[in-house]
């Protein structure tokens, strides 16, 4: 019993409010997009210079000066508008972006944030905007799938991927559960329907219930 | 007083073996591929490249890349689907990378063109990226001290421009181009249009000519 992509991200769009200024990251969070509901008015930034981000333009009508950050084309709402990168990461680091959602390869149970690199000494390191939207932004939810391929852990006590940042993270979404991460450690949100609560915390660790 | 020039190979002519070249782009939106063409044909070498990305695909600053002509890139987001000629590069080690959060790039950038001698920011605290920097805490929040980039030539791409180098953008292909005009000895910039002195709406100039030291028509 899990949750499928869409249904994670239709579960992370109900809790963005009317209002809010979002940053979605490239793969898994991009999603959320689709499941925007059509009444309530949100503004999706991109990092590379747009406020009021829409969707992807019909085919054959893409413009390569209107891109996200992940170089897609994208659109532009009424009322959007285009800025320098000093301006859009002023707006991440200055705290103006009240929700990040981003993913992960671990989170751990204090919030730090593993997400831009494996470690391994084959790969090329790249970070992009990840690092500034974790400090910078007022919320950063992690969204992700609850384990890896290998079905280890990716909530973990401690990372063991380089961090992006330390104590970020207040809110994990997983193809299992919604958890909280407090002072007292994870807490339960919301659980895949007919799931078993203990089922969640063999393969996370200790849960508060709420 | 007139900042356009006459051709792309004229607005580079003078760029030195060894320069500090700020290109602009993110991805290959407003990135400069007619003056990285120019950059390629004047032959200058032992370059180091500022870059949001490490280039796309075969043209614009991958082409650059391709000549073996830069010797270090500094830029945030090097790997993507279509970097397979830095990736080259790279892993045969002849190109040395510096990666930079984006945030802390753009504000490096940033700062040489404001005179500001260094900066904490709070991006990078505690990870790789910050190893073996000053650290600060400052009001109970923990930073690190990064200082600015200064170069000796910035090459944007800009939507509209006029004789006196202001300059308009299209769309998301401002991105990096403001920034970077800012913080070099020479800003070159490409443009679409060249309109007459007045065309620009004064309100809506983004980048005011200042800045702007060559103008190329493509």
Known sequence: ?210 | MTKVVASAAEAVGDIRDGATILVGGFGMAGMPARLMDALISHGARDLTIVSNNAGNGDTGLAALLKTKRVKKIVCSFPRQADSYVFDGLFRAGEIALEVVPQGNLVERIRAAGAGIGAFYTPTGHGTLLADGKETRTIDGRDYVLEYPIRADVAIIKAFKADRWGNLIYRKAARNFGPVMAMAAACTIAQVDEVVTLGALDPESIVTPGIFVHRVVHI
């Open chain 1, 1 to 210: 019993m899990k949750w499928t992509r869409d249904q994670m991200a239709a579960r992370v769009a109900r809790d963005i409010p009317e209002g809010a200024y979002v940053n979605l990251g490239i793969g898994l969070p991009t999603l959320v997009a689709n499941h925007l509901a059509r009444e309530k008015e949100i503004f999706l930034h991109s990092e590379n210079g747009l406020l009021g981000m829409g969707p992807a333009p019909p085919p054959g009508q893409e413009d390569w000066d209107l891109t996200n950050a992940g170089k897609q084309p994208v659109t532009l709402v009424t009322g959007g508008s285009f800025f320098s990168h000093a301006d859009s990461f002023a707006m991440i680091r200055g705290g103006h972006i009240d929700i990040c959602v981003l993913g992960a390869f671990q989170v751990s149970v204090t919030g730090d944030l593993a997400n831009w690199h494996t470690g391994e000494a084959d790969t090329i390191p790249a970070v992009g905007g990840a690092m500034d939207l974790a400090v910078g932004a007022r919320k950063v939810y992690v969204m992700m799938e609850h384990v890896t391929k290998k079905a280890e852990p990716k909530i973990v006590e401690r990372c063991t991927y380089p961090l992006t940042a330390a104590r970020c993270v207040s809110r994990i979404y997983t193809d299992l559960a919604v958890l909280d991460i407090t002072p007292d450690g994870l807490s339960l949100v919301d659980i895949v329907d007919g799931l078993a609560f203990e089922e969640v915390e063999r393969v996370t660790g200790r849960i508060a219930k709420r």
